[in-house]
């Protein structure tokens, strides 16, 4: 599995972003896609994730009420909705993906990974 990941960019405090990711190489079917960020200087952190056969998702605690994650099926594309964007969001964003039964949150439980996309946030 490839991923591309894209959409990020400059924005301020309380704006939106999209974020897509595009698998390719093999259609998405007992898979979880995760979204993760790291920030400058900290380590890679979980943003969410979605199971792609039943859509079924968790977040960070961090991220609930702000971000929505969804995939299309037809298209092999995740994407990662951000609202009410914060300074703390900054960070490359990336996207991950493996074959599974659930949602998995742990940075080495993926097995592909997209390039990152930068997300700046200014106050």
């Known amino acids: 599995v490839q991923l591309q990941a894209s959409g990020g960019g400059l924005v301020q405090a309380g704006g939106s972003l999209r974020l897509s990711c595009a698998a390719s190489?093999?259609?998405?079917?007992?898979?979880?896609m995760g979204w993760f960020r790291q920030a400058p200087g900290k380590e890679r952190e979980f943003v969410a994730g979605i199971y792609w056969s039943d859509g079924n998702t968790l977040s960070a605690n961090s991220v609930k009420g702000r971000f929505i994650i969804s995939r299309d099926k037809a298209t092999n594309t995740g994407y990662l909705q951000m609202n009410n964007l914060r300074p703390e969001d900054t960070a490359v964003y990336y996207c991950?993906?493996?074959?599974?039964?659930?949602?998995?949150?742990?940075?080495?439980?993926?097995?592909?990974w997209g390039q990152g996309t930068e997300v700046t946030v200014s106050s």
């Open positions: 190489g093999r259609t998405l079917h007992s898979h979880c």
């Open positions: 991950a993906a493996r074959g599974g039964s659930r949602v998995y949150t742990g940075v080495l439980e993926y097995e592909y």
